[in-house]
């Protein structure tokens, strides 16, 4: 009796239930993964992330190779790939985790039929890659939650499932072959800091994080120079860390720091569980439409200003330049640099979530799209219209300079708070600088913003 386990976004082996169930039914098992070419085609498969999976594959193998077991990796249309392995491999059923993209949901569905067509089971496992699946917990009057408060209380009520351990031993069949793995090698499209990819360097992270950085997280996650977030969004957007254990381990470690942490857990589900219900939301604006953006015609030197770093708000360049250097940027500076181009620059959200999807290591439909939606006032932010100033935020998150200085050399002999509006330095000194006079005034995109929401500046 053989079984199929397909590998999605699951990249591990620890507290893994399609694993853990294909184990319980088979004598031997198939661990399988398709590079998918319908990925590829989507756009969606940028260099930073391939290079993360390339490593993630390769970690996957060493640990099934531990266990007596290897990774089988195909490339091409993935039902097609699965169907020929269960053949090869004479398998009676597959199992994998549920996804919760119109992409996946499709692609469950036409690989379902194409099992049942040929007699075998597809068992598609819950709450593997999120704590709290989508629909599990509504409101009364709608198939998901529009607000986050709400959303959370009940969120925090599910009994999560328990967690499991890492199989001890794995058998594959020996005549199914697949492709070679290897970590990545790098290339010079990718980033130059991009961290390792795969289920050992996470679960390193996490000894190190609930060390030394968890019981701080509430008091430092603003802080730009400290750095001290978790750094898990990589994984947990591959699956090399399971969000149920997260959650689960947090809990018991306890305090405000593991509070403020599993909630911020709460948000990756509460978005996942907008996309599932209202997949357009990945392009189209999702609660308020807005229809007067600027957009690569109209604002074209703006755009690109804001895409390497050099549109003169120091705070602004720093992240863009951190985005990519590291293909990962801090999440308060995702705040502003979003509010930034869609709030001040009056820039249409999807040209920066694309850029951000380019870059990004963690890069994620449902967290980019949703969290731009959010920050651009057409999602399901409460206070729409709010804009983030880059100076008195830059003033109060960073407000010795560190970080800025950190990513723009040109301001390294620049103190705060003149770091932060290096064009009040005196004449001299400003004129010494290599570095570019802000793009706009702040009050001109503000009464631009006003404009455009028909609002009285
Ligand atoms: P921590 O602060 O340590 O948080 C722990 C985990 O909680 C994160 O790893 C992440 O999985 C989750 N989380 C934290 N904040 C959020 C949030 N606002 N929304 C959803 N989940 C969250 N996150 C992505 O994973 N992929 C993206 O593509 C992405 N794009 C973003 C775009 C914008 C404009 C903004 C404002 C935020 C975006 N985020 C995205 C959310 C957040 O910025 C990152 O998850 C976070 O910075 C990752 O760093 P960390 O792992 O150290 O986070």
């Not at 190779?65 to 004479?90: F, I, K, N």
């Not at 629909?135 to 999560?160: E, K, M, N």
């Not at 651009?376 to 804009?387: E, F, K, L, S």
């Amino acid at each position: 009796h053989v079984s199929v386990v397909l590998f999605t976004s699951d990249l591990r082996l620890t507290d893994h239930p399609p694993l853990r169930a294909a184990l319980d039914a088979a004598d031997a098992v198939v661990p399988l993964f398709v590079r998918d070419r319908a990925v590829e085609a989507t756009g969606f498969a940028a260099p930073n992330r391939n290079a993360f999976l390339d490593d993630c594959l390769a970690d996957l193998d060493s640990g099934l190779r531990e266990r007596g077991g290897r990774l089988v990796v195909r490339s091409g249309d993935l039902v097609a790939e699965v169907c020929r392995v269960v053949t090869e491999a004479d398998a009676d059923e597959v199992h994998m985790s549920a996804g919760h993209t119109r992409f996946a949901t499709v692609r469950e569905e036409r690989l379902r039929s194409a099992l049942e067509a040929a007699g075998r089971r597809l068992f598609v496992h819950d709450a593997v890659t999120v704590a709290v699946p989508p629909g599990t917990v509504t409101p009364a009057s709608s198939d998901h939650f529009a607000v986050f408060t709400p959303y959370y209380r009940q969120w925090a009520q599910v009994p999560l499932r328990p967690a499991f351990g890492t199989p001890r031993r794995v058998s594959v069949p020996e005549e199914v072959g697949g492709e070679k793995v290897s970590a990545h090698g790098g290339s010079s499209e990718v980033s130059p800091a991009l961290p390792p990819g795969g289920e050992s360097a996470a679960r390193g992270r996490v000894t190190a994080y609930w060390r030394r950085g968890l019981g701080a997280y509430e008091d430092t996650r603003d802080d730009l120079a400290a750095d001290a977030t978790s750094r898990f969004s990589p994984h947990l957007h591959f699956g090399t860390l399971s969000p149920v254990e997260l959650v689960r381990r947090a809990r018991r470690h306890g305090g405000p720091g593991a509070e403020a942490f599993v909630r911020q857990l709460a948000w990756r589900d509460f978005h996942r569980q907008v996309l599932a219900a209202r997949p357009d939301a990945a392009r189209a604006d999702y609660r308020t439409k807005h229809d007067r953006w600027r957009t690569e015609r109209t604002a074209a030197e703006d755009i690109e200003a804001w895409r390497t770093g050099r549109t003169g708000y120091p705070l602004i360049d720093a992240a863009m330049r951190q985005l990519r250097h590291e293909g990962w940027m801090h999440n308060r500076a995702r705040l502003l640099t979003a509010s930034f181009l869609a709030k001040t620059l009056y820039v249409d959200w999807r040209i920066g979530a694309a850029h951000f999807l380019h870059w990004l290591v963690d890069g994620d439909v449902a967290n980019n799209q949703l969290n731009w939606q959010w920050m651009a006032g057409t999602g399901t932010d409460t206070r729409p219209n709010r804009v983030l100033n880059p100076v008195t935020q830059a003033k109060k998150y960073d407000p010795e300079g560190t970080y800025v200085r950190r990513w723009v050399p040109e301001l390294a002999g620049v103190d705060a708070p003149l770091v932060h509006e290096p064009w009040k330095l005196p004449g001299l000194d400003r004129a010494a600088l290599d570095y570019p006079d802000p793009v706009i005034e702040l009050s001109d995109g503000l009464d631009r913003f006003r404009h455009a929401r028909g609002k009285q500046p």
